[in-house]
Every structure is written in structure tokens, then in C-alpha cells.
């Protein structure tokens, strides 16, 4: 999950957010810094020949097949990368268009998509510069024509950074954190029909939506906002029920059998355990400092947190609901996915621009590379891994 510009009191890294892209005020750094968007584009800089010889080299070993996508907002683009070795296939660029009327090749690079989520094989990017939803099919993407991936923009509300796919695929979700300055509320949610790519609904919300979940079945939505959980019926779109006092939750996840919803607690450093029968806090588990993304094993027994303040992500056991192991992660860890196996923890550091791969069977590491171009120890500074998705399909390769 990226970080949020609602939460002023946070520490300094997570506080610098949104970078508005409007006029270019790209708040955040959950984004991007100025330094990154004043350095980065031309096209000369990524014709095919440089790119290819910029691109990092393989740095894991033995992952599964699949493919990652790496939201990086402060690049305006994102990574594709292949898992069986963290070999980076391509950076893609998101939503950047000519500038109409000025008769060059001039490109607008004012995205910064934070959320990422993927259904089969299409990728729905949350471009909170652009206010926007990117449509992009995977199977498509084209090697070394980093400007032009294939896409379907759809305009949502103002500054989307959070969004799922209900799990019959029929329906994206997106947050539409708005920019909580002044009345009334900017703050929503659009659901979009993916058999149209079009809005078809919004739901408004008086206060800041930060993330979506749905339940196995997808009769309920579970929406992180700055007052604590929102629960959802999908079908009514109407709140039933709301859970307060969760210290201004970030990320939430839905065990896969239903029962039980995970909410990371940013201010008092713990998860909140949730019965999804009763809409209550069963139980506190205490992780590390600013804790935000969440994932799940896919046979529920391990939970996975980001300690962003504590360079950490602590290893929690579901059945007992404790920390049974903290795993180093330099670089202001925020966001963790998981390969559709299970077998690998992957885990992108806000400030350091590294993604850290580690084996779930010991919670070693297996390896780690620079997000974006270069391969270098600084390469991926300013770019921020803010949000993730794996898929066991690989992504094309030349």
C-alpha cells in the first residue's frame, strides 16, 4: 500500500505523499520526489538500445514461474519483472500522453499510480496524479516501447491510491482518498465495470478511504478510512457495519476462508484481529513501528506485515495469533506480496528502492534488486515500490 497524505502526525518518510500532478505537485513521496520527475524522461533516454543495456540483471535464484508488477509513482511507471529470477523484463510508463497542440513529442509525465491490482491477465493501476484508472492487459506488453503499453484510461474520483477486483473479476473497487482539505468531503469510492471499463457507481464517504478487501465470496467489501474499518455489502453498496478505534488503519486483508479480517493499526504498532461474524476486534497482535502492507498465505496459517518504522516485516502465525519471526528489511519496507504459491515473500522498501526476495519456508533471503533502470545501489532511489501483485503467468519476453 502506499502511503497516505491524510496522516500529518506520521514520521517524515511517511508523511511525504502524494505528489499532486495537476501542476505537477506530486505530493509524496509515496510517490516521488521532485528530483525523480525532473530527471527522469525523454525518449531518447530509453530508445531500445539503452534500455536494454540499462536493464538490471538477474540478482534471485529458484523462484517459481510467474511474473511481478512493481507500482513505482515516483517514476510514473512500473516494473515488470520475471520471478523465477528477479530478471526486470521492462519498465512501463502509465498514463503519460502527448501534450496535445504543441506539435512535438513532448509527453505529459504527471501520473503517479500508488495501487496496483491484477485479475487474470489485465492490471488496474490507481493513478492518483491523474485522478485516473489504467487498464492494461499483461499479455500485450511490449518489450522496449516503455511509452506505449496498451491502455484503457477510465476518470475516477480525486486521488485514487487504493483498489481491489472483486473475485469474480466483474468489478473494481478504487479509494478515492480525496485531498482532505475543506468541505464538502472529496472522499469516495468508484466501482467500475470491468466489462465496460466505466463507472457505474460512487459511493461517497465522509471521511478517507486507504485500502479495499473483499470477502472470499464477495458479498462483503472491507474499506480501511481514517475512523476505522468500513464494512460494505457489494451488492446493496450500503455501509453495514463499521469498526472504530483502529489507530488510523492503513492495509486490510480477509483470511481465505472469510472468517477473519486483518487491519494494520498504524499508531499503536500492532494488527487488529477482526471476527468478520460480529464486525468486533477479537485480538491485538503487537508487530513493529508504522506498520502498512498486508499478505496472507494462501492457505491462511501466515500473516505478513511491513514495519515501515522498524525495518521490518514481522512473521505472524495465524493459529495463535503471535510473532514468530521479525525479518530484517532496510529501506522503509511498506509494501508485500506473495508469489500465488506461497513460497516467496517479496517486499519493496519505500526509500531504498530495493525489493527484498525471501523463501517462506525459513524466511531467508533469496535475493534483491534495485527496482527500475540501472542496477546500481542507488538506481532506485525515488521511484518507491508503494504496491505489488504476482501472478504464476510470466510476462512476455523478447
Same mark, same amino acid.
Given at each position: 500500500?502506499a502511503?497516505r497524505?491524510s ?7 511517511a ?5 499532486t ?7 509524496l513521496?509515496?510517490?516521488g520526489?521532485?528530483t525523480a520527475l525532473a530527471?527522469h524522461?525523454?525518449p531518447?533516454d530509453h530508445?531500445a538500445?539503452?534500455v ?5 540483471s538477474?540478482a534471485c535464484?529458484?523462484g517459481?514461474?510467474?511474473?511481478? &508488477?512493481?507500482?513505482l509513482?515516483g517514476y510514473q511507471?512500473?516494473d515488470?519483472?520475471n ?6 523484463? +521492462?519498465q ?9 497542440g504543441?506539435?512535438?513529442y513532448?509527453t ?7 495501487g496496483?491490482?491484477i &485479475?487474470?491477465?489485465?492490471l488496474?493501476?490507481a493513478d ?6 489504467a ?6 506488453l ?6 506505449n503499453?496498451a491502455?484503457t484510461?477510465?476518470?475516477? $474520483?480525486?486521488d485514487? +491510491?487504493?483498489?481491489?477486483?472483486t473475485?469474480?473479476g466483474?468489478q473494481?473497487?478504487v479509494?478515492d482518498?480525496g485531498?482532505q482539505?475543506?468541505e464538502p468531503s ?6 467500475i465495470s470491468?466489462?465496460?471499463d466505466?463507472v457505474?457507481?460512487?459511493?461517497n464517504? /465522509?471521511?478517507?478511504p ?6 472470499p465470496?464477495?458479498?462483503?467489501? &472491507?474499506?480501511?478510512?481514517?475512523a476505522?474499518?468500513?464494512v #460494505?455489502?457489494?451488492?446493496? +453498496?450500503r455501509v453495514?457495519?463499521f469498526?472504530p478505534g483502529?489507530?488510523n ?7 481465505p476462508? $472469510?472468517?477473519?479480517?486483518?487491519v494494520?493499526?498504524?499508531v499503536?504498532?500492532?494488527?487488529d484481529? #477482526? ?10 497482535i503487537?508487530?513493529? +513501528?508504522?506498520?502498512?502492507g498486508?499478505?496472507?498465505s ?8 511491513a514495519?515501515?518504522d522498524s525495518d521490518?516485516?514481522s512473521?505472524?502465525a495465524a493459529a495463535s495469533?503471535?510473532v514468530?519471526a521479525?525479518i530484517?528489511?532496510?529501506g522503509d519496507?511498506?509494501?508485500v506480496g %506473495?508469489t500465488?504459491?506461497?513460497?516467496? %515473500?517479496w517486499?519493496?522498501g519505500?526509500?531504498?528502492g ?7 519456508s525459513?524466511n531467508?533471503?533469496? $535475493? ?5 533502470y540501472g542496477?546500481?545501489?542507488?538506481a532506485?532511489d525515488?521511484?518507491? /515500490? ?6 504464476s503467468?510470466?510476462? /512476455?519476453?523478447?
Open positions: 500500500m502511503p497524505e496522516s500529518s502526525f506520521r514520521p517524515a518518510w508523511s511525504r505523499r502524494v505528489i500532478a495537476g501542476a505537477a505537485a506530486v505530493a513521496a509515496a510517490t520526489t521532485a530527471a524522461h525523454s531518447a530508445h538500445g539503452s536494454k543495456a540499462r536493464l538490471a538477474s535464484r529458484g517459481p514461474t510467474g511474473a511481478a &508488477y512493481i507500482a509513482p511507471a512500473f515488470a519483472v520471478t523465477a529470477n528477479c530478471k526486470l523484463i +521492462q512501463y510508463n502509465v498514463d503519460d500522453t502527448r501534450v496535445p504543441t506539435g512535438t513532448d505529459n509525465y504527471g501520473s503517479s499510480e500508488e496496483v491490482a &485479475y487474470n491477465d489485465t488496474y493501476f492518483t496524479g491523474s485522478d485516473s484508472v487498464v492494461i492487459n499483461a499479455a500485450d511490449k518489450v522496449h516501447n516503455y511509452a503499453p491502455e484510461i477510465i476518470h475516477v $474520483g480525486s485514487p +491510491q487504493g483498489l481491489a477486483v473475485p469474480d466483474s473494481v473497487w479509494a482518498t485531498p482539505t475543506g472529496l472522499s469516495g469510492i468508484s466501482v470491468t466489462a465496460t466505466t457505474t457507481s460512487t459511493l464517504l /465522509p471521511t478517507d486507504r485500502d479495499i478487501a473483499f470477502s465470496s464477495g458479498t462483503t467489501a &472491507y474499506v480501511t478510512t481514517g476505522g474499518l468500513l #460494505i455489502s457489494t451488492a446493496t +453498496q453495514v457495519g469498526v483502529l489507530g488503519p492503513e492495509d486490510v486483508a480477509v483470511s476462508d $472469510g472468517n477473519t479480517v486483518y494494520t493499526n498504524t499503536q504498532g500492532v494488527v484481529v #477482526i471476527s468478520a461474524a460480529t464486525n468486533r476486534v477479537t485480538g491485538t503487537t508487530v513493529g +513501528q508504522l506498520p502498512w498486508l499478505a496472507i494462501p492457505d491462511g496459517s501466515t500473516i505478513y506485515v514495519d515501515g521490518a516485516v512473521v505472524i495469533d503471535t514468530t521479525t530484517s528489511v532496510p519496507p511498506v509494501s %506473495l500465488p504459491d506461497g513460497s516467496e %515473500l517486499v519493496g519505500l526509500t531504498s530495493i525489493v527484498t526476495v525471501f523463501d517462506t525459513d531467508t533471503s533469496v $535475493g534483491s534488486f534495485v527496482v527500475g542496477g546500481e545501489p542507488n532506485g525515488g521511484e518507491e /515500490p508503494t504496491g505489488m501483485v504476482l501472478t503467468t510470466p510476462t /512476455p519476453e523478447p
